[in-house]
């Protein structure tokens, strides 16, 4: 038989060579030798897409994980895998976020009405509208105690900061090779986090209020575009409208001329008409008074 050995029971025959290559096919982790071109990555599929904004839009309302660009697109790429779609990277991720904002942006601003029919952009409006909310809300927020708004900064970049420095902590303690070497780097990162701490927060509301001012201009932008089409459409419309009362006038007038024209004619018939009738008069009381001087 094919799984029975050659020799006795502590050779190693042919048929345990044989067995080898059906354990490696069932293993679930057994590597699969190149055969032909490599597998290419399967088109983002209509439904997959959705999942892909939806789970975007998801992560949107966390503000502190959005501006962690590698960390937002790790998290998305491991939602999609636990949904059961196809294993996306996070870099197949960025990619495609990127030409989905470059579509959404271009039907928005080159044609705001006819932008809806293009797909996926009611999914995209909601995760810009989410975006605009928040920034209208740190904004107020900024305006509204300055001193209080930095403080919170300063507590969640000391929390960010607090939460690396435990997880570098967590993996210090897995190495047991280099303690005093990460015991020194995490006290230096708590001194450059508490010396940067003021500046980031700065930059911070810096980068928020030019991330508002530039979407109220495109706000503003795509409002005054909207304004020039509706004045557009307005004056074409205008444009028709007299069109249409000149052709309908032109066609009134047209109308009077062949009536007053049947009007003459039928004139002209009666007074022939007319005159016809007093000619035969004529000529019968000239016979009558011919027969009556004869007899």
Same mark, same amino acid.
């Given at each position: 038989?094919?799984?029975?050995?050659?020799?006795?029971?502590?050779?190693?025959?042919?048929?345990?060579?044989?067995?080898?290559? /059906?354990?490696?096919?069932?293993?679930?982790?057994? *590597?699969?030798?190149?055969?032909?071109?490599?597998?290419?990555?399967?088109?983002?599929?209509?439904?997959?897409?959705?999942?892909?904004?939806? /789970?975007?839009? *998801?992560?949107?309302?966390?503000? /502190?994980v959005t501006k962690r660009k590698e960390t937002l697109w790790e998290i998305v790429s491991a939602k999609m895998r636990e949904k059961g779609y196809?294993?996306? /990277?996070?870099?197949?991720?960025?990619?495609?976020?990127?030409?989905?904002?470059?579509?959404?942006?271009?039907?928005?601003?080159?044609?705001?009405?006819?932008?809806? #029919?293009?797909?996926?952009?009611?999914?995209?409006?909601?995760?810009?509208?989410?975006?605009?909310?928040?920034?209208?809300?740190?904004?107020?927020?900024? *305006?509204?105690?300055?001193?209080?708004?930095?403080?919170?900064?300063?507590?969640?970049?000391?929390? @960010?900061?607090? &939460?690396?420095?435990?997880?570098?902590? &967590?993996?210090?303690?897995?190495? =047991?090779?280099?303690?005093?070497?990460?015991?020194?780097?995490?006290?230096?990162?708590?001194?450059?986090?508490?010396?940067?701490?003021?500046?980031?927060?700065?930059?911070?509301?810096?980068?928020?209020? =030019?991330?508002?001012?530039?979407?109220?201009? #495109?706000?503003?932008?795509?409002?005054?575009?909207? @304004?020039?089409?509706?004045?557009? @459409?307005?004056?074409?419309?205008?444009?028709?409208?007299?069109e249409w009362r000149r052709s309908m006038d032109k066609l009134e007038r047209e109308r009077l001329v062949i009536e007053q024209a049947w009007r =003459?004619?039928?004139?002209?018939?009666? $007074?022939?008409?007319?005159?016809?009738? *007093?000619?035969? &008069?004529?000529?019968?009381?000239?016979?009558?008074?011919?027969? $009556?001087?004869?007899?």
């Open positions: 038989m094919m799984f029975r050995s050659g020799g006795g029971e502590g050779d190693a025959g042919p048929g345990w060579i044989n067995m080898m290559p /059906t354990a490696a096919m069932l293993s679930p982790t057994a *590597e699969i030798s190149p055969r032909g071109p490599p597998p290419q990555h399967p088109q983002w599929g209509l439904q997959e897409t959705k999942e892909f904004i939806g /789970t975007r839009a *998801e992560l949107e309302k966390d503000f /502190t196809y294993r996306r /990277t996070p870099e197949q991720c960025k990619c495609k976020w990127k030409n989905l904002v470059s579509l959404y942006k271009g039907k928005e601003t080159s044609d705001p009405e006819n932008g809806r #029919q293009c797909p996926f952009f009611e999914e995209l409006h909601e995760v810009f509208t989410e975006r605009a909310k928040n920034m209208q809300r740190l904004l107020l927020e900024s *305006e509204a105690g300055s001193t209080q708004s930095r403080k919170k900064v300063k507590r969640i970049n000391g929390d @960010r900061s607090s &939460d690396e420095l435990s997880e570098d902590e &967590d993996e210090d303690e897995s190495e =047991e090779e280099k303690p005093a070497r990460n015991n020194s780097r995490k006290r230096k990162g708590e001194k450059n986090v508490a010396a940067k701490s003021p500046r980031a927060s700065s930059s911070s509301f810096g980068g928020v209020q =030019e991330m508002l001012k530039e979407f109220f201009q #495109q706000q503003q932008k795509m409002e005054m575009q909207w @304004r020039e089409l509706m004045d557009k @459409r307005a004056h074409e419309r205008q444009m028709l409208e007299q =003459e004619r039928e004139e002209q018939r009666r $007074i022939r008409e007319a005159s016809r009738a *007093e000619r035969r &008069d004529a000529l019968l009381t000239a016979l009558l008074n011919k027969l $009556i001087s004869e007899n």
